[in-house]
């Protein structure tokens, strides 16, 4: 096993969403991002 053991980076995005009906900037995963415009929160 001479392969260095490699970090898998989470892709982290900017997202504004709206929390308790006003618009809050986040950063999310990429997939957590999909999966919020899949249900309408974006």
Do not use: C, F, H, Y
């Not at 709206?18 to 249900?39: F, I, S, W």
């Amino acid at each position: 096993m001479r392969a260095s053991r490699r970090k898998w980076n989470v892709n982290l995005q900017k997202a504004t969403i709206m929390v308790d009906g006003e618009p809050k900037q986040v950063k999310v995963a990429a997939r957590t991002l999909r999966t919020l415009k899949k249900q309408g929160a974006i």
